[in-house]
């Protein structure tokens, strides 16, 4: 770690180091059975194998409606390859509701720092949370609740509430131009423009995706969630230069808005 900045891991970062299906560190994982925990549905931990550089930020994921940890199981080894301790977590019912998604993902976070067998890896200072649909719902029902996290990523989330003026947590907001289960216009849309304009916000949206491409590996995805938790849970500035000036519309990119630069 650099000298000034104790949280930064790995190799400066290169937009093909962003971009590529692993980093540099070597992952390995670990099952948390339902049964051993209370609180949300066990799930799979994700940690840098070595133990050399010290401790890593962690991120808890949690899936969607009707679906498990395997719907987001490629984020697992794609950003904990990066330097992070990654839990995605099965929920206690396949229907809960994003109000109990985000009590889940807070419980998630309790265990994997209090009681998991990596907790010693983990910097509990330094905590995210990530979800798929209900689950990016969630996230920001978590972050509500838990101003201290560092970072908050909703992937083509889905919530009731479409307001979110209470988060301190900087929030990547990320939709799919052709949802049409969480239609953008009724939920990222309204939930990034909600964000205080104050706060580390963005939102990306994925051009020719639908509301499961984040059920898949996607460059595009990963590249934006790395550099968001690099930038906000490691405090890592080697990375801003991938999200200020904000990136363009592309093939991948259908939009992306933020407030530039990053604080
Ligand atoms: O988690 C999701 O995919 C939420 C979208 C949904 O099916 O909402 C309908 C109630
Ligand atoms: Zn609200």
Request: net charge neutral.
């Amino acid at each position: 770690a650099a000298a000034d900045n104790p949280y930064e891991r790995g190799p400066a970062p290169s937009n093909s180091s962003i971009e590529a299906s692993r980093g540099s560190y070597a992952v390995s994982q670990t099952s948390v059975s339902s049964l051993s925990v209370s609180g949300f549905g066990g799930g799979t931990v994700y940690y840098p194998t070595s133990t050399a550089d010290g401790t890593f930020g962690a991120v808890v994921i949690s899936p969607g409606f009707t679906a498990y940890q395997s719907s987001i199981a490629w984020l697992g080894p794609r950003l904990a390859s990066q330097g992070f301790v990654v839990f995605t977590i099965d929920t206690n019912t396949t229907l809960d509701q994003p109000d109990s998604r985000g009590r889940q993902l807070l419980s998630a976070l309790d265990y994997l720092t209090q009681s998991s067998s990596v907790r010693n890896r983990i910097d509990s200072s330094r905590l995210g949370v990530m979800g798929h649909s209900m689950g990016g719902g969630g996230t920001l029902e978590a972050a509500k609740s838990r101003t201290s996290l560092k970072a908050a990523i909703p992937l083509t989330g889905w919530n009731t509430d479409k307001t979110w003026p209470e988060l301190k947590t900087p929030t990547l907001v990320v939709g799919a131009d052709g949802d049409t289960v969480a239609s953008v216009s009724s939920h990222s849309e309204p939930f990034y423009e909600s964000l205080p304009s104050s706060l580390n916000k963005a939102y990306l949206e994925l051009n020719g995706a639908t509301h499961f491409t984040p059920n898949t590996s996607n460059t595009t995805i990963a590249k934006y969630s790395i550099s968001w938790l690099k930038r906000f849970i490691d405090n890592d500035t080697r990375y801003e230069q991938f999200l200020c000036p904000l990136p363009r519309p592309s093939l991948t990119i259908e939009e992306y808005r933020g407030n530039c630069p990053h604080t």
